[in-house]
């Protein structure tokens, strides 16, 4: 009787297993279809435009190759993204050694704040520096008065500026990254260095960087990829003086149109990420090799004696300053502006102005933005749950060449992906260039990498016997699905459900380039009114950037708040 029970319990467990797989294979066809329509079929209508005709693909590729220009601005993507990596590590690394040894009071909030910066749109991140560093920002009108003179200090369309703004988006890539994986490292190992003769140098050099080496290669690719790529600060901040390759994508496709040479750009660019895309992936991996690892809490000091208060002191100083700095100077300008406290651009805000950009009040691109926003999570969600549930199949293979598919638009230019939605999406049977579905299909894209990364750990993490104690009690495949996954995956859920929220309410460089007039954004109008001379204007940039900023620093307070411990890869 026994024996007919186990038997019949087996045969049960195998039912099971064998309906959730057939599930999830069902439910993973979703995002893949997804991508071979919205992302492969974009990108292919690019190499189309390219290399189909013979004459356009050899002009457009050997334009790049003979004009000085373009190798300046191919040469100038790569060093300045090589000096930004390093600058950020530089101002991350000791920030990161701070949160990862030692304990104080405040920590989880100064994470999340210095976390905030990395989530904001970029035109925020110009209009911030811009309003504290500017020609007319707070600093130079405090020097003015000390100094006696105009505009003391001159940014204004520097490489020093783009700098600056480069190391205050990604600071917290190395705070999370870096930090997070040391703080899990075993001190002993250092320790018994110091005990054989090694001094601190030594033990630098010899024990701890080649351990940090994983999660400093990653966060220094994972930088150099953002920076490789940048569009809104630069194009902001630096002026016509500066071009990456995205930002002249961007001018070639819509400026000038001159598609062939922007398809060769955007081919460039995508051989690029791709490279390094493959290669972070592969370093993830190495960064998730077995170590001792060892709980935070038992590896963590307080801060006792003058030499590590003041060690932690200036850190955290030093990163308030430059993380809040921005931010506190855009709220500050958005309601002074013009010498007296006032609420008038917030209110110039409601008002539809002839000769304006856009056919609707600017306040109403807050409305589109929630609505693009609203459509972006539930796509996302809808996505990106069933594409992470794929990644947790047993099959090696599949997952060795799904994982790095699925993070790819995370390193695919905006702009790309924008400029090959126009190219291949209009006509039948996907004629959606004068729909507004454009923006949330692209939105969606960007963000789905965030909900996969965010679900991933959670669901490779359930016990497998929870599952199988649950179908021996007679719960069928959705009821288990139901009632054991659901449950504690369901924060993780909300978390990449805020990121994608987050990402769309931000994303600015592919909507430049398919938004409708009647459909702008919120980071659009900042663009916009930027690009506007006269005070109305610049202070409307202003105010539309200060709602902004709260918006995307709630959601992501919010993701904090629900955070599993340290559960989740951003």
């Given at each position: 009787m026994k024996l007919e029970t186990r038997n019949g319990d087996h045969r049960w467990r195998l039912a099971v297993r064998g309906s959730l797989a057939l599930l999830r294979v069902a439910l993973s066809g979703l995002p893949l279809i997804f991508f071979a329509l919205f992302y492969f079929y974009p990108l292919a209508a690019i190499l189309r435009l390219s290399f189909t005709s013979a004459e356009q693909s050899v002009a457009g590729m050997a334009a790049l190759w003979r004009d000085s220009y373009y190798l300046r601005v191919l040469w100038f993507s790569v060093w300045q993204a090589t000096l930004s990596t390093a600058l950020t590590l530089a101002f991350g690394l000791p920030a990161a050694y701070v949160f990862a040894r030692y304990q104080f009071r405040g920590k989880t909030l100064l994470r999340a704040l210095a976390t905030v910066p990395f989530v904001l749109p970029t035109v925020v991140v110009a209009a911030a520096f811009a309003a504290l560093l500017g020609q007319n920002g707070l600093v130079n009108t405090a020097l003015g008065g000390l100094l006696g003179r105009d505009a003391p200090l001159r940014l204004d369309n520097t490489l020093t500026l783009i700098l600056i703004a480069h190391v205050f988006y990604n600071f917290t890539v190395v705070l999370r990254i870096v930090g997070g994986f040391w703080?899990?490292?075993?001190?002993?190992?250092?320790?018994?260095?110091?005990?054989?003769?090694?001094?601190?140098?030594?033990?630098?050099?010899?024990?701890?960087?080649?351990?940090?080496?994983?999660?400093?290669?990653?966060?220094?690719?994972?930088?150099?990829?953002?920076?490789?790529?940048?569009?809104?600060?630069?194009?902001?901040?630096?002026?016509?003086?500066?071009?990456?390759?995205?930002?002249?994508?961007?001018?070639?496709?819509?400026?000038?149109?001159?598609?062939?040479?922007?398809?060769?750009?955007?081919?460039?660019?995508?051989?690029?990420?791709?490279?390094?895309?493959?290669?972070?992936?592969?370093?993830?991996?190495?960064?998730?090799?077995?170590?001792?690892?060892?709980?935070?809490?038992?590896?963590?000091?307080?801060?006792?004696?003058?030499?590590?208060?003041?060690?932690?002191?200036?850190?955290?100083?030093?990163?308030?300053?430059?993380?809040?700095?921005?931010?506190?100077?855009?709220?500050?300008?958005?309601?002074?502006?013009?010498?007296?406290?006032?609420?008038?651009?917030?209110?110039?805000?409601?008002?539809?102005?002839?000769?304006?950009?856009?056919?609707?009040?600017?306040?109403?691109?807050?409305?589109?933005?929630?609505?693009?926003?609203?459509?972006?999570?539930?796509?996302?969600?809808?996505?990106?749950?069933?594409?992470?549930?794929?990644?947790?199949?047993?099959?090696?293979?599949?997952?060795?060449?799904?994982?790095?598919?699925?993070?790819?638009?995370?390193?695919?230019?905006?702009?790309?992906?924008?400029?090959?939605?126009?190219?291949?999406?209009?006509?039948?049977?996907?004629?959606?260039?004068?729909?507004?579905?454009?923006?949330?299909?692209?939105?969606?894209?960007?963000?789905?990498?965030?909900?996969?990364?965010?679900?991933?750990?959670?669901?490779?993490?359930?016990?497998?016997?929870?599952?199988?104690?649950?179908?021996v009690q007679g719960a069928g495949p959705l009821r288990v699905l139901w009632e054991v996954d659901v449950p504690i995956v369901a924060r993780a859920i909300v978390v990449g459900a805020v990121f994608a929220f987050t990402v769309s309410m931000g994303e600015f460089g592919a909507t430049l380039l398919l938004y409708l007039p009647e459909y702008p954004t919120m980071p659009l109008v900042i663009y916009r009114f930027i690009g506007q001379p006269g005070l109305a204007n610049y202070g409307q940039a202003l105010a539309m950037s200060t709602l902004l900023m709260l918006v995307t620093a709630l959601g992501f307070i919010a993701i904090e708040r629900l955070r599993i411990g340290d559960i989740g890869e951003f």
């Open positions: 703080a899990n490292l075993d001190p002993r190992i250092a320790d018994a260095a110091r005990v054989l003769g090694a001094n601190r140098r030594r033990v630098w050099f010899e024990v701890t960087l080649p351990l940090l080496m994983p999660a400093l290669g990653a966060a220094a690719l994972l930088i150099f990829l953002f920076t490789f790529t940048a569009f809104g600060t630069i194009l902001i901040l630096g002026g016509p003086r500066f071009a990456t390759v995205e930002v002249e994508i961007y001018r070639q496709a819509v400026d000038f149109f001159n598609l062939p040479i922007a398809g060769a750009l955007s081919v460039l660019q995508i051989v690029a990420t791709l490279a390094l895309t493959i290669v972070y992936t592969r370093l993830q991996e190495r960064a998730s090799l077995p170590l001792d690892l060892r709980p935070q809490a038992t590896l963590q000091r307080p801060v006792i004696g003058w030499r590590r208060r003041l060690l932690v002191g200036v850190v955290l100083g030093v990163m308030l300053v430059l993380l809040l700095a921005p931010l506190l100077a855009l709220a500050y300008r958005s309601i002074a502006l013009g010498g007296e406290w006032s609420l008038r651009f917030y209110r110039l805000l409601q008002q539809n102005q002839r000769s304006s950009y856009f056919f609707v009040p600017p306040l109403t691109a807050m409305r589109n933005s929630l609505m693009f926003a609203s459509a972006t999570t539930l796509l996302a969600l809808l996505l990106g749950v069933p594409a992470a549930y794929l990644l947790t199949l047993r099959q090696r293979l599949l997952r060795a060449i799904l994982d790095p598919l699925f993070i790819l638009p995370l390193g695919t230019s905006a702009v790309t992906l924008g400029f090959g939605y126009i190219i291949a999406l209009d006509e039948p049977p996907l004629n959606l260039r004068t729909s507004p579905l454009l923006v949330p299909l692209a939105h969606t894209l960007i963000a789905l990498p965030f909900v996969v990364r965010a679900v991933l750990p959670v669901l490779r993490g359930i016990d497998p016997r929870l599952r199988e104690a649950a179908a």
